[in-house]
């Protein structure tokens, strides 16, 4: 009797569930007039496409060591680039919109930020950046916001921006 592996189990291949890769702990960096998230973590889970905010919000906290009260949860749109802004998820409407936009063969990319860093003019902001240290609270003032709109000159420069712990 041959054993079945993962890929021959019908829940883990299932039109059922989606496939989160989900990115934490990183930081992005505009270069060669691209934006791209690089470092930190990234995990590929897989959660049923019936999945609650309240589930989503506990599995992202599970895997990225954030505490639920304080995790943000923003997914990036299909063919849309990294300059584009990233769409929030904060209810169950939200999640049922996030899972409509791909399908079942798709990767849907999410990216998980720390609230509990105060950050001024946070509404206008659409990406931050995280890191694996965790800033004292002196070194979270001098965290500011990433407005993709206000890129170096130069789109060939390198630019790294502050990171933020969690």
């Known amino acids: ?37 690089v470092g930190g973590k990234t995990r590929l889970v897989l959660v ?57 063969s798709q990767r849907i990319p999410i990216y998980i930020f720390d609230t509990s860093v105060n950050y001024s003019h946070r509404e206008n902001a659409s990406l931050f950046v995280q890191s694996i240290d965790c800033p004292t609270s002196a070194q979270r003032k001098n965290v500011v916001p990433f407005d993709p709109q206000e890129t170096a000159e130069d789109e060939n420069d390198l630019i790294t921006f502050p990171r933020y712990g969690i």
Do not use: W
């Not at 989900?22 to 998230?37: T, V």
């Not at 923003?74 to 939200?94: A, F, I, M, T």
């Open 48 to 104: 049923d496409r019936s999945i609650t905010f309240v589930e989503l919000r506990t599995k992202m906290a599970q895997i990225s060591c954030v505490s639920e009260p304080s995790i943000d949860i923003k997914y990036q749109l299909p063919n849309e680039s990294l300059d584009s802004r990233l769409v929030s998820v904060e209810c169950d409407d939200d999640v049922v919109a996030m899972i409509s936009e791909f399908d079942a």
């Open 1 to 37: 009797e041959t054993p079945l592996s993962l890929a021959d189990s019908p829940s883990i291949m299932s039109v059922d569930k989606a496939k989160l890769l989900c990115n934490f702990n990183g930081e992005f960096a505009h270069q060669l007039g691209k934006l791209s998230y």
